[in-house]
């Protein structure tokens, strides 16, 4: 078993103006190039290590455990973990408990420190994160850049937030006395984030929990529980003190499900699946034994997100973010564009250039930085080709349609960029989360026929227009119903503190993450008033 760097206590430093986004990395550049590559050598090297459970800070090993594997090359085992069972969630949450009783009290500034810290290291150690996501979740280079990149906006992010929040000031006061607004911690969290953005969502909600002072339990998905692990050993690296973080992976079905449903559950931060997230919902709703609060759920969850191309659009730019949002990291973001609505009198020359562009996408090992690896494992897989042949008798294939047998060295999860046209509205592949390298292009008769195709779904998460007409984007701005809506630009790649990013109906409750209201989320106000 591997040692863990005893922790040190942070001196607090507090970053000083604006804030500033994390550039991305140009792998362009050979030496941006050269130190990806060595990265990729040195956690090739760390494959395979066994990780344990961290509760109160202790080390638990179990029977049974979990395999991490690397989707582009499924004999490698990425990382080996314990398995938490119902066992564990009682010691989780005391262990939990105990530490929230001293990190609620610890200053916000002491707090704040530390997640700025761990944002430098993050940046210091940028490239071996970035490789630790090639081999876990099969993101090729410029994809995990982007997500450490994210992360590591958020450390420094939501540490300006908290602070802000501290120095809240209300526009009255009442004469004779001192009247103030404390935006104080909830208790304990269980964060449940998903395999996708294994990185910067998981982080993302640990970090707004524990610098609002809350203390967390923390079940990683059980495809990307490595990274989750080597995250969780920063923060102890950086000082933080024990129980803030309980690292615990296991069966959401056994584990995840005790969590949510404990008495001394405050909230739950959850990103994943529709069906999983209205079971939380359900299941948070429900007042269990000596539990004396309504449990709070920060939920964020699918989308059936569509693109529109209007006829007066520069096709050129509009076939780009089609391809871009459909096929980056193989269609495995809820923000994905899963739907192509273009009006019929641009439709051919539409199909005729987004053809040409996707048979461009190479496919293959992501540590060689093909533009798209593996799907994450067999059973998205299997149920990706099950989506291709409904599409198959719906519509018209134009490009793609299977496997990538061409792809890795005989084993991976790999699949082609499929573009299927003529899909009716209403029908399987307009409606369903697909959540993989499947685009259906839809024809519209007008702007009317489009807006009412890409409101037709239970999902409002992520949308975009490609217009020139200026009424017709003041039409997307009142009538588009999602969460983020982009113009004339792709529908991915929202960035901290500029796109806050959450959806509505059936894609979660709007928790607009990286965005200036998140913080409240994991907070509640008490309004004090002294007489003087």
Known sequence: MATVEAPTRPQTRLHEGPFVNE???????????????????????????????????????????????????????????????????????????????????????????????????????????????????????????????????????????????????????????????????????????????????????????????????????????TIAAQFVELLEQCGMPEGVVNFCPGAGASFGNSVVAHPKTRYIAFTGSREVGLEINKSAATQAPGQIWIKRTILEMGGKDAIIVDPDADIDSAVEGVAQAAFGFQGQKCSACSRAIVDERIYDKFLEKLKERVERITVGDPAENANMGAVINESSMKSILDYIEVGKKDGRVITGGGPAKNAGDGEGYFLQPTVIADIPPGSRLEQEEVFGPLLAVIKSRDYDHALEIANDTEFGLTGAVYTKSREKIERAIREFQVGNLYINRKCTGATVAAHPFGGFNMSGTDSKSGGPDYLYLFTQGKAVGEKI
């Open 23 to 225: 550039a991305l990395t140009d792998f362009s550049q050979p030496n941006n190039a050269r130190q990806m590559r060595a990265a990729i050598e040195k956690v090739r090297g760390q494959l395979g290590r066994e990780y344990d459970l961290i509760i109160g800070g202790k080390r638990v090993r179990t029977k049974d455990k979990i395999k991490s594997i690397n989707p582009a090359k499924p004999s490698q085992i990425v990382g080996l973990h314990q398995k938490a069972g119902k066992e564990h969630v009682d010691p989780a949450i005391q262990a939990a408990l105990q530490a929230f009783a001293r990190w609620s009290r610890t200053s916000v500034e002491e707090r704040a420190s530390l997640i700025f810290r761990v944002g430098d290291v993050l940046r210091e150690r940028k490239f071996e994160f970035c490789a630790w996501l090639v081999f876990e979740v099969s993101k090729n280079w410029a994809e995990a850049d982007a997500d450490i990149a994210e992360t590591i906006d958020f450390c420094e992010y939501y540490s300006q937030e908290a602070l802000r929040l501290a120095k809240t000031e209300l526009p009255v006061q009442m004469p004779g006395e001192r009247d103030t607004l404390l935006y104080i911690p909830l208790g304990v969290g269980a964060v449940i984030p998903p395999w996708n953005f294994p990185c910067a969502i998981m982080a993302g909600m640990t970090l707004a929990s524990i610098v609002s002072g809350n203390t967390v339990i923390l079940k990683p998905s059980s495809d990307s529980p």
